[in-house]
């Protein structure tokens, strides 16, 4: 149900009234984001930041009237700002998402939506705490037709009782060279981008996009996504937390500076199904000869494979295949709920709750794959049981001054 708040600002506004919004991150989603935005008619770019000065002159050339800004506090502080997009490292996700609830802002972030299960339980607390807000998770494959149709399907039985899930990325990620560390170029606040994450030096292969694969501030391919994958698995079925996670792997075949695993194999255990996450870094050969991302569902009645290009459902038993159904647009989509939640016209699609479903099982792979061991999970106290060494990798703490208590 919408909250009384939500609904008055719904009658205080015209639908066609533009939300502002501020883009913190620049070098890659948050530009992409800020474009769908515009594109969509429902916002307008007001602010653009990054602690990179070359990052942020790049952003939306051409776009008049943007105030531009190293220090996302300052767009916080902005009251022609109704909404950020963060689009930052995963380690600040959950620090910049709190921060933005307290200061009145409604938030897009981006996936996997924490850095870990304890960041994803304190994004979840500070939205409950600001129930007025909207958090939207830019899981954005939930908004596209054709999945959404996929998931009507498969609501509908038409797969019967589906028994097995396989969610995977299969692709060839160029070698990270192994560099020395530097001094950070002169354009970069090189300790505004470390926030709370543990102090390292400055290094070329750490940062911009390659912060993805460094234990410290990244969750891997896993974070990138098997947070699309496994989200579509969990949306489609309706599924809360597994039980169980075991997960191998390790870097295999490409020896560089990347920290996570070129090759993971994750079971989930749920009650009478599996959940399958295969990753290999390093191939264009995937399941079934196909490389790329997709989530496949088994059931009684046959199988469904899905990716961003369409689904087609693979009856048992015959050899030829149903009639494909194409794929869809996903990220303009997927901003207008954002904005017909943020006025209480719908809910949002991608709610912190889903996106921290998601990012915990995420976590599991990861937590499971570097122990080497399956790991209990109790979904209802959203704990690792029976094992203090994995509990104990479910947070970590904050370098100072950074405190994410200070906003629940």
């Known amino acids: 149900m919408l909250s009384t708040a939500a609904m008055a600002m719904a009658a205080q506004a015209a639908p066609n009234d533009k939300v502002g919004v501020g883009i913190i991150g620049c070098r890659n989603r948050g530009p992409q984001v800020a474009e769908a935005m515009l594109k969509s008619g429902q916002f307008e770019v007001r602010a653009v930041c990054d602690c990179d000065d070359a990052m942020s002159e790049k ?15 300052r767009v916080l502080e902005m009251k022609e700002v109704d909404a950020v997009v963060v689009a930052t490292p995963d380690h600040w996700h959950a620090l910049m998402t709190a921060m933005a609830l307290s200061a009145g802002k409604h938030v897009y972030c981006e996936k996997p939506a924490s850095y870990n299960i304890n960041d994803g339980k304190a994004m979840v607390a500070a939205q409950e705490k600001h129930a007025d807000l909207t958090v939207q998770v830019g899981t954005q494959q939930r908004s596209g037709p054709h999945f959404k149709e996929a998931k009507a399907f498969l609501e509908s039985g038409g797969l019967g009782k589906v028994a097995f899930c396989r969610a995977c990325i299969v692709h060839e990620r160029e070698a990270l060279p192994i560099v020395p560390d530097t001094e950070p170029p002169k354009t970069m606040d090189y300790d505004l981008w470390l926030g709370p994450a543990p102090y390292r030096p400055y290094n070329p292969s750490r940062v911009h ?9 990244g969750t891997g391919e896993v974070g990138n996504w098997a947070a699309h994958w496994i989200d579509i698995v969990l949306w489609s079925l309706n599924l809360g937390y597994p039980t169980s996670a075991m997960g191998l ?8 500076a990347k920290e996570w695993p070129d090759t993971q194999t994750v079971l989930f255990e749920y009650p009478e199904m599996t959940l399958l996450w295969e990753q290999r870094l390093w ?7 196909n490389g790329g991302c997709h989530a496949e569902f088994s059931g009684e009645k046959g199988s469904l494979v899905i990716t961003r290009k369409g689904w ?24 207008k709920n954002f904005a017909e939640a943020i006025r209480g016209q719908a809910r949002p699609i991608a709610p912190i709750q889903e996106g921290h479903k998601t990012a915990t099982l995420c976590h599991l792979a990861n937590i499971s794959s570097t122990l080497g061991r399956r790991i209990a999970f109790d979904g209802e106290k959203q704990m690792i049981t029976s094992d203090a060494e994995a509990a104990a990798m479910m947070g970590r703490p904050y370098r100072a001054p950074w405190k994410i208590e200070d906003y629940l």
Do not use: C, Q
Request: net charge positive.
């Open 312 to 335: 087609t459902f693979f009856p048992r038993g015959e050899k030829s295949k149903g009639e494909p159904h194409p794929g869809s647009e996903l990220e303009i989509e997927h901003v």
């Open 283 to 289: 191939s264009t050969f995937g399941v079934n000869g």
């Open 59 to 73: 952003a939306l050339k051409g776009v008049d009237g943007l105030a531009r800004v190293k220090d996302f506090r």
């Open 249 to 256: 792997g390790g870097s295999y075949v490409v020896k560089d």
């Open 209 to 217: 996009y390659n912060w993805h694969f460094m234990r410290s501030t």
